[in-house]
Nanobody, 124 residues
């Protein structure tokens, strides 16, 4: 069983930056692939970024590629999403997810564990 807790959301002006953290419980988190997803107001949940268990491979949605980076510190059981050059269309609730697999999925249905989400609001 893994529990995920996101933090780091908030209100930021367009062009600004935020770093989201996803802290996980459980001693085997280093064997879990992780993903970041977001749900804009009135829209469906969408893929943002994913990272393999060892951080060796990362994946990004086209809409954030070049602006967002994903990383992890397995010694701290934490995954990060660094968001730069934020735009108003990045406004959403951001969720982290995890699954004990070597593959980092872009499909939210592939993930077993989810955090409660953290709100990111980007003003124009």
């Amino acid at each position: 069983q893994v529990q995920l807790v996101e933090s780091g959301g908030g209100l930021v002006q367009a062009g600004g930056s935020l770093r989201l953290s996803c802290a996980a419980s459980g001693r085997t988190f280093s064997t879990y692939a992780s993903g970041w997803f977001r749900q804009p107001p009135g829209k469906e949940r969408e893929f943002v970024a994913a990272i393999t268990w060892n951080g060796g491979s990362t994946y990004f949605a086209d809409s954030v590629n070049g602006r967002f980076t994903v990383s992890r510190d397995n010694a701290k059981n934490t995954v990060y999403l660094q968001m730069n050059n934020l735009k108003p269309e990045d406004t959403a609730v951001y969720y982290c997810a995890a699954k004990q697999t070597i593959i980092a999925h872009t499909n939210p249905a592939a993930y077993k564990y989810w955090g409660q989400g953290t709100q990111v609001t980007v003003s124009s």
